[in-house]
């Protein structure tokens, strides 16, 4: 794990950029929290996140007073479906463009800076420990978040963490987890997410797989929890570069896996070789219930920790955008752009996963064209490059005029740049998953997909009618003598 022990390196670590609470602080400073009292978790909370999460950069929701439960255990939704708030948690200006933003994860994956966590021997994740006959996951306020969901989801903004038994490499992963029982947990990994590699590690030998889950921690290491950072890299690792310091942990009593200082609600157990019960449905994040009721692994909990006054966290997946949509698309944006780059792709000038999508399911490109083919390049290496084959469904490829996060323009350029004839290609037999409702089964989760290039012809760029559109110079000037009066 690498982790750094030095007395040091642990007095300069700071809850501010670790604490949920310190991160719900900044958010109420700026306006973004709306309270919520007395709505109760069998209907009410889930209604009203849905509610909020319909609008990209609606605010933030915190519940408390819930029915049933003592005043303090609250929930906390609706987190990063907003650029602004997202900005703030890396700690970039509150105003910066959506192409900003993903110019930031550009440079978080090229710099690739890592601070190794240090481990610490308590924290306020400690406050409560339980073990035995006192674990009850349902001390927690746990809503049913849609009304047919198959039960209550206490892991949606989690950080899952394994441990692989050949190297140690330690691995965080958001994975869906349902709380059944006092002690009993489910987590559902799909094939190939590492989560699931290192369970069959543990189970082809007959051992059972150690596993902790926190289910309230700061934002910016639940987002790295959702990112795909490469097989045997550590997660803690990437969330110190992305913070600017060591993560703080302490080390589970049953499992010894490592879990954040700060967390508001934590368990850990084991998951025994073919130990399933039934998992779901629960509404998932291309909105639709795909999946349904299946047997998933079994966790059973010997450790719950949770502070005082606890927040659950919840990025909740439905129709998009949601958390689980909204931020992952400005990182994948970033990603898509940089291995369009590495493939030798020249002039990509933006690049933007629309949330309407999924963050996966709807990728534009811009270029300033250079040579005949360019635009049809660039899509067909968007589509299968890592960053954006999975559960892929269209990619547009725009000029460099074209604020690819600008949905009314890249449709104008679908509109009046694109040729059906000429224009676009269809894929098939393209990586999918059974989360996709129009995957060809669910035993051969794969899809087709189309890229469209909404490009100028480059053969009639120099005599393609002109734009409709104030120069600069006017532009400049009149904003010069009105600006106080103009929209920005």
Not at 67 to 93: D, E, Q
Not at 183 to 207: F, L, P, W
Request: charged residues 25%; proline residues 7%; contains cysteine.
């Amino acid at each position: 794990m690498g982790l750094n022990t030095s007395l040091a390196a642990a007095n300069a670590a700071t809850s501010a950029k670790q604490d949920l609470r310190a991160w719900l602080a900044m958010m109420e400073a700026a306006g973004e929290v709306t309270h919520v009292t007395g709505a109760e978790r069998e209907r009410e909370i889930g209604g009203i996140v849905d509610i909020f999460q319909r609008k990209i950069g609606n605010p933030l929701v915190l519940f408390d007073e819930i029915p049933g439960f003592p005043k303090g255990h609250r929930i906390l939704a609706n987190l990063l479906t907003s650029v602004r708030r997202i900005n703030m948690t890396v700690g970039n200006s509150p105003d910066a463009s959506e192409i900003d933003l993903v110019q930031h994860w550009r440079r978080y994956m090229k710099e690739a800076k890592t601070i190794a966590p240090v481990e610490v021997t308590s924290g306020p994740v400690m406050d409560n420990v339980a073990t035995g006959q006192d674990i009850d996951l349902f001390r927690i306020p746990v809503p049913r978040w849609h009304e047919h969901d198959g039960g209550y989801y206490i892991g949606t903004g989690d950080m899952v963490i394994m441990r692989d038994p050949d190297t140690g490499w330690i691995n965080y992963g958001a994975y869906r987890v349902q709380a059944h029982d006092k002690n009993v947990a489910t987590v559902m990994c799909s094939k190939g997410k590492h989560g699931d590699m290192i369970q069959r590690k543990y189970h082809e030998r007959g051992q059972p797989c150690p596993v902790a889950v926190v289910c309230g921690m700061h934002p910016a290491l639940f987002m790295i929890a959702g990112l795909e950072i490469p097989h045997g890299k550590n997660e803690y690792d990437a969330a110190g570069g992305l913070i600017g310091e060591p993560v703080q942990v302490i080390r589970g009593p049953k499992t010894g896996l490592p879990i954040p200082a700060y967390a508001e609600i934590a368990f850990e157990g084991f998951i025994h070789p073919n130990d399933k019960i039934d998992e779901g449905p629960l509404g998932e994040w291309t909105g639709y219930y795909a999946g349904g009721l299946k047997k998933e692994p079994v966790i059973r909990v010997e450790t719950m920790m949770y502070r005082n006054d606890p927040i659950l966290l919840g990025a909740i997946p439905g129709i998009p955008p949601d958390d689980d949509s909204f931020y992952r698309g400005s990182y994948r944006s970033g990603a898509v752009w940089n291995q369009l780059e590495a493939a030798g792709v020249p002039e990509v000038k933006g690049v933007w996963s629309h949330a309407a999508g999924g963050s996966r399911l709807w990728l534009t490109v811009a270029i300033k064209q250079q040579y005949g083919g360019h635009a049809k390049q660039a899509g067909l290496i968007a589509s299968q490059c890592h960053a954006g084959a999975y559960v892929n469904r269209f990619v547009v490829v725009v000029d460099d005029d074209i604020d690819p996060a600008d949905m009314d323009k890249v449709v104008w350029a679908m509109c009046t740049r694109f040729d059906p004839r000429e224009d676009m290609e269809l894929l098939r037999g393209c990586w999918s998953s059974a989360l996709d409702p129009m995957a060809y089964s669910e035993r051969d989760p794969r899809n087709a997909r189309v890229v469209i290039d909404a490009c100028k012809p480059f053969g009639r760029r120099d005599t393609f009618p002109i734009v409709v559109r104030a120069s600069e110079e006017v532009e400049a000037l009149v904003r010069g003598k009105f600006g106080a009066l103009l929209p920005k």
